[in-house]
């Protein structure tokens, strides 16, 4: 079965702290995404990486950085936590695409800034 | 940014009746796709079309890709109270470094008995 996982489910932080979100992939998926989650706002690109080490910014890459040292595993880092980064974080990976491949998510990380 | 727009944000309707969903943009997409997101869950595909013109049917539910390759469209048959959930567009873009899946904002279902 394939799996996508995300380190923590709910994380509650202070107001410029620096936050580590992990997200592991047992699926040998060269793509890796991060996206975070807000009513109706759907789903917005952070960063996404489609090798390791290689990493390009999505739509809303400010506030936030990225690790890829190994191919299974992909961290996002808000360097000092603010309250308008309190938001529902979603990891996803896929096989590079070529006709479309299925993006694979993890169950979410529930961060909460205060 | 190559954005999706999705229409209608929200829908409420009764069981039995039909539903479209849409999603637009200005951009061309090598291919679209349509997930479906549980609460507390993340999101699960339900349909890749990659032609222009395309036509995908999954039981009650028929995908269309524009013939531009730039919108598609989600019609639900008969609806029903298992249909209920927030329904995604993503399209896929090639760059000169990697590919990338861009969202639009959603469209969230409920189906009442």
């Known amino acids: 079965d394939v799996k996508v996982t995300q380190s923590s489910r709910y994380l509650v932080k202070r107001t410029g702290e620096k936050v580590f979100l992990e997200c592991v992939q047992d699926?040998?998926?060269?793509?890796m995404f991060w996206y975070r989650q807000d009513p109706g706002l759907g789903l917005r690109l952070i960063y996404f990486?489609?090798?390791?080490?290689?990493?390009e910014k999505g739509d809303i890459p400010e506030g936030y950085s990225v690790s890829r040292e190994k191919k299974e595993r992909f961290s996002l880092i808000l360097e000092s936590a603010s309250t308008n980064q309190t938001s529902m974080y979603l990891c996803?990976?896929?096989?590079?695409?070529?006709?479309?491949?299925?993006?694979?998510f993890g169950q979410g990380t529930r961060l909460t800034v205060v | 940014t190559q954005l999706l727009e999705q229409s209608p944000q929200f829908l409420s309707i009764q069981e039995g009746e039909n539903l479209t969903v849409y999603c637009n943009s200005s951009?061309?997409?090598?291919?679209l796709q349509w997930y479906r997101q549980e609460p507390g869950e993340g999101p699960v595909l339900l349909v890749t079309?990659?032609?222009?013109?395309e036509v995908k049917k999954l039981k009650r539910l028929t995908f269309q890709f524009g013939d531009a390759r730039k919108d598609s469209s989600l019609h639900i048959t008969a609806a029903q109270p298992g249909d209920t959930g927030l329904y995604l567009c993503?399209?896929?873009?090639?760059?000169?470094?990697?590919?990338?899946?861009?969202f639009g904002g959603g469209t969230r279902l409920m189906v009442k008995p």
């Open positions: 079309v990659v032609t222009g013109g």
């Open positions: 996803a990976s896929s096989f590079p695409q070529v006709g479309g491949r299925e993006a694979f």
């Open positions: 699926m040998d998926h060269e793509n």
């Open positions: 990486s489609y090798d390791v080490k290689m990493k």
């Open positions: 993503a399209g896929w873009s090639m760059l000169d470094a990697g590919n990338m899946l861009t």
């Open positions: 951009s061309v997409f090598s291919s």
